[in-house]
């Protein structure tokens, strides 16, 4: 495979839209406030106004005098603090990772299959998990997770667990939560990376192939490439939900009679905190220090990913 194919393919993705087009989309563009206006009034009452409502919270006493560091340095000193926020790094590490690897493996996979009805039975059969609500699928895995039930008992008795209660321990945790949100979350991206494949030019694909670029090649030097605004989105997304682990947990947590504890994750301390200790400032410190953290590292995935670069025109 030449640089002749790579370069072909990085002039594609720099390339802007036919003027016509950008016309059609000029003349459109009146009606983008009014089919956005919905969406950012709903974010700014139930998203923007209550994060500012918790940086208050977190910063000032329960007496709401100004406090900077008190409600930072209590939650930061709690016992417990530290092994929930390792319990939701390891999950957070091992998501991701399983995400970015195996969701643009099996779309590319998927994408090469040229018979249409097994190409579309794949993606509908990798979809299907994500029409189950969390809570609804934490609860089917309940069942799975019980080698005495579980339809794969035989390999939970092969793996040296005879009880839901081994199984579950809190040590091997992240590993179960993630593979519950990728069989759960990861068909839906599936999809989409397999919509984004679709928009590859076919003359750069071609063009590939007749230059002797095998399928992998072409999967590494110019389908991942041009999949890499789509993969950095995937990422920004997934950070954020999987930062806010809370309903697996708390299920095994009543299912396990406290096996998993119910400050597992550190959602659940802040609940914790809210409700329990009637600390309201507390738990807005732990919100605070989540939404720092998931900023910090998707800015990464944006600024490595290019998210918001434009094209030339």
Request: net charge neutral; glycine share 8%.
């Amino acid at each position: 495979m030449t640089d002749t194919t790579i370069a072909l393919a990085a002039g594609s993705a720099l390339r802007g839209r036919p003027r016509g087009r950008r016309t059609s989309r000029r003349r459109d563009s009146r009606f983008g406030p009014v089919i956005v206006a919905p969406y950012v009034i709903l974010t700014i009452l139930f998203g923007i106004l209550p994060a500012l409502y918790a940086i208050y919270l977190a910063f000032t006493d329960a007496n709401g005098a100004f406090a900077p560091a008190a409600n930072f340095a209590k939650v930061i000193g709690d016992y417990r603090f530290w092994p929930a926020t390792l319990h939701v790094a390891l999950y957070l590490l091992i998501w991701l990772v399983a995400l970015l690897v195996l969701v643009v493996f099996l779309a590319i996979t998927i994408h090469s299959v040229a018979i249409r009805w097994v190409n579309s039975s794949f993606r509908l059969l990798f979809y299907l998990p994500g029409a189950l609500a969390g809570a609804s699928s934490v609860m089917l895995w309940l069942f799975v997770l019980d080698p005495g039930a579980s339809p794969v008992g035989w390999l939970l008795h092969a793996m040296g667990f005879s009880s839901f209660h081994d199984v579950i321990q809190p040590d091997g945790l992240p590993l179960i939560f993630a593979i519950i949100a990728f069989w759960t979350g990861a068909g839906g991206w599936i999809v989409v990376m397999y919509g984004a494949l679709n928009n590859i030019p076919v003359e750069i694909m071609e063009a590939a192939r007749i230059d002797g670029a095998d399928r992998v090649q072409v999967a590494f030097r110019i389908q991942i490439p041009l999949l890499r605004k789509w993969i950095a989105y995937m990422g920004v997304l997934s950070l954020g939900a999987g930062t806010q682990l809370f309903v697996e947990p708390s299920l095994l947590s009543q299912a396990s009679n406290a096996v998993v504890p119910n400050d597992y994750s550190l959602n659940q301390l802040a609940y914790q905190y809210a409700f329990d200790l009637n600390d309201f400032n507390g738990s807005a410190a732990i919100s605070v220090l989540l939404l720092v953290v998931a900023l910090i590292l998707s800015a990464v995935f944006v600024l490595r990913g290019g998210l918001f670069d434009t094209e030339d025109a």
